[in-house]
């Protein structure tokens, strides 16, 4: 199997879509650049920030399609698409993943064991997926919070990283003492633990957690890239670098992915704030959101400058 690591900052993609309610594949190309622009060092295409649950399987497979044909082999590209709970739904999903040429395939925790009766169901479920995926395919991980958060045992993961099959877990536990001891089972082997919680972020890095593939990749990849390159040879910047994106990582509560989308329309990125999974107006739901974003933005500069000016 010939693999390339999946490490570093991994930004979960969000979608653009047109007012129409297509996928705005113009403003999904200027953000395939922006996140490389910005330090990324992979790309995770059709996961849950991508919308993936509203997203129909010839648009999964065309989204995926075009995610690895712009970033044409300049970093890596994970698509998952992985929504479904009945096995032959399931591998037809995996299987439309596969073909669209990325560099790893991301299997959903929960739709393994969809009403969590434990490691026997997760196991089976598996090892079905795993005898009709093909074998040189790299396979990644990812305990998904929706539908359920299904978290892997410790006994699960020691089977995946056996396997030989996998190359990365999107790590949802939100427990540094949890990352740490999945750090130490992975260790010496090219299977990255790639912690997705912003409150443990640089703790995480530090315990060896090989990069971050958090939401907030949509916001500030670079600043997440220099923690990891650079944290630890300025510790007191680094300490105020992570202290803001703990803060600032709370206005995922503010109508995530399109908060986000808020951000990149500002910037230029794409027209549009449509989303399939937020129907409602969030800025009516949620009050000064634009003088949160505001707050981030300028935070986020701040820090840009710190950086700069080392």
Known sequence: MNTKRIEGIVPV????????????????????????????????????????????????????RFVVRQAAGRVPVVVSGHISDDPYSQLEELTVAVETGADGVVLVTNHLDPKNRGTEVFRGNLQWLLDRLP?????????????????????????????????????????????????????????????????????????????????????????????????????????????????AALSEAFGYPVLAKMYHQRIGTFASIKSRTITFDVRERFWALDAILDKVVAGTEAMRAKIAAL
Request: hydrophobic residues 40%; contains cysteine.
């Open 13 to 64: 993609m969000i979608t653009p879509y047109l007012e129409s309610g297509e996928i705005d594949y113009a403003g999904l190309e200027r953000l395939i650049e922006w996140y490389i622009a910005n330090g990324s060092d992979a790309l995770f295409a059709v996961c849950q920030s991508s919308e993936m649950q509203f997203l129909s399987v010839k648009e999964r497979s065309e989204l995926g």
């Open 135 to 247: 074998k040189d395919m790299p396979l990644g991980l990812y305990e998904c919070p929706a539908p359920y958060r299904r978290m892997l045992s410790d006994d699960e993961l020691r089977f995946c990283i056996d396997s030989g099959r996998f190359v990365m877990l999107k790590d949802v536990s939100c427990d540094l003492a949890t990352v740490k001891r999945r750090v130490a089972m992975t260790a010496g082997t090219s299977f990255a633990i790639l912690n997705a919680n912003a409150a443990i972020a640089y703790d995480a890095m530090k315990a060896g957690s090989r990069g971050f593939n958090g939401v907030n990749t949509n916001f500030h990849p670079d600043l997440y890239k220099w923690l990891y390159t650079s944290g630890t040879k300025h510790p007191e910047l680094a300490d105020e670098v992570a202290t803001f994106l703990v803060l």
